[in-house]
């Protein structure tokens, strides 16, 4: 068999992105997921996708780079911001060239000036591409089916445990439990390309895909990797309280209105999205309810624009949004840090390993992410990201025996998912828009008494789901000491949180937090 250039594992928009940049290279991929290849976060991503096109109004790249350094509060780098900004378009084109159905304005003179655009927080200018609001899901599923037609192999229920090293200390693989088979098997490749997604699914609160754990960014860290701004935790404004299903930022790009048990606007909605889930946060801390209030935009035009956010409130919140307020809360929804990466997107300190999306931090966000970007990043730094990696020389492929102990033992399913439940409460709770000293504190100490190492689970390893449920909560545990040791020694209020302790940004921490083994 011939050797891979490219193991790319993960399966949402920054992999497949990356997959068919990388076949226009003739190289030899290989996408592993461990799930199925529609099953990720990419599909919660359904206000839009930022682009300076200026089809409503004059937008500029010069425009998106100055709100993005904005939204980032001057954490993010700019050489990666304007690289970010200036392919935009080129991955919009992308996009139009393999069939995604965005939404269109009535006459245009060309395709691209045809795309349909809509203001979401912290833009100034109707930016963010559409379609419907349905975005993440459409394009999604049209980059697969030009996975599918460019005979680019997938394989699913792949459980990434390690990355594999060889003698030089350079990563040519990864070594995965198989779900379907219940074994453990080694895949080879001159270079990995990680796009495994964030971790946000470890707070109790959040908007995240099932086994949003982090998975890439801890074995990185295992690996020798460094992560870097992982206490910066994005909470999106607008979840339906109690279920946290998201109510996309196109509902507030189209006019929605925020309002509390007193009927009054408290914010202005388009705000950065910072600013807005402190808001909204205050709001119900002080006693109050909040509603999003959408009938004023009327029900053609709604059912038109947003037909997937009032089938999830009608669902979700037995709500009929095109008439009745719409109760809401904030909820993770994104994390900006993650694996630390140079601008070729080569992992740092680990030759051979590149990471690209949500799990990596490509310097583009900094504090606080600019509503719309996740999408182009997935995009424009999957294409980038793939052909970047395969510029440079791949590592040295050695294969050998690999013992790898899973944890096999007594039957403690009733405690992984009690320690699981647990810890999602404890960051929520501790480590979330509000925290200080203390609070920070006891989330540390209270990770310290859970004897995560002790947990182990029994019977048939093929199609074992509880076996996957203890190592993402290992992966999780382990990011959650990572994110409660960065957000003690960030002793500010910057972006997504704010430090009750240090309640002002401090030019002292204007920079980045890092953490390494």
Known sequence: MKELDLLIVGSGISALSASLSANEEDANILIVTKSIPTKNNSVMAQGGMNAALGNIEDDSIEAHIKDT??????????????????????????????????????????????????????????????????????????????????????????????????????????????????????????????????????????????????????????????????????????????????????????????????????IDELAPRDIVAKAVFKEISDGKSVYLDLHHIGKERLNRIMPQELKLIKTYAKVDATNELVEIEPAVHYTMGGISIKSNFEVKNLKGCFAIGECSNASVHGANRLGGNSLLEAVAFGRVGAKRALNLKGSDIEKKDIIYNLPIGKDCSKDIFKIKEQLGELLFKNVGIIRDENSLKEAKESLEKIDINSLSIDGDLKYNKTLIELLELKNSYLLAKVLINCALWRKESRGAHIRQDYPKESIEFKMDSFFRY
């Open 69 to 266: 350094l904005k939204s980032s509060h001057n954490l993010a780098n700019i050489e990666m911001v304007e690289l970010l900004c200036k392919e935009a378009i080129n991955s919009i084109e992308f996009l139009e060239q393999i069939g995604v159905p965005f939404s269109r304005l009535d006459s245009a003179e060309s395709p691209l000036k045809s795309i349909a655009q809509r203001k979401l927080g912290g833009a100034s200018f109707k930016r963010a591409c559409y379609a419907q609001d349905y975005t993440g899901l459409k394009i999604l599923h049209t980059l697969l089916d030009s996975v599918v037609n460019s005979d680019i192999e997938i394989r699913d229920g792949l459980y990434l445990l390690e990355l594999i090293k060889n003698s030089q200390n350079e990563v040519c693989g990864g070594l995965f439990f198989n779900f379907n088979s219940g074994e453990i098997e080694p895949i080879y490749a001159k270079r990995v390309l990680l796009a495994t997604g964030g971790f946000g699914g470890i707070y109790s609160k959040n908007t995240n895909s099932y086994g949003s754990s982090g998975d890439g960014i801890a074995t990185v860290l295992r690996a020798g990797g460094e992560l870097s701004n992982m206490e910066f935790v994005q909470f999106h404004p607008t979840t339906l309280k109690g279920s946290n299903i998201l109510v996309s930022e196109s509902a507030r790009g189209e006019g929605g209105y925020l309002v509390n048990s007193d009927n009054k606007q408290f």
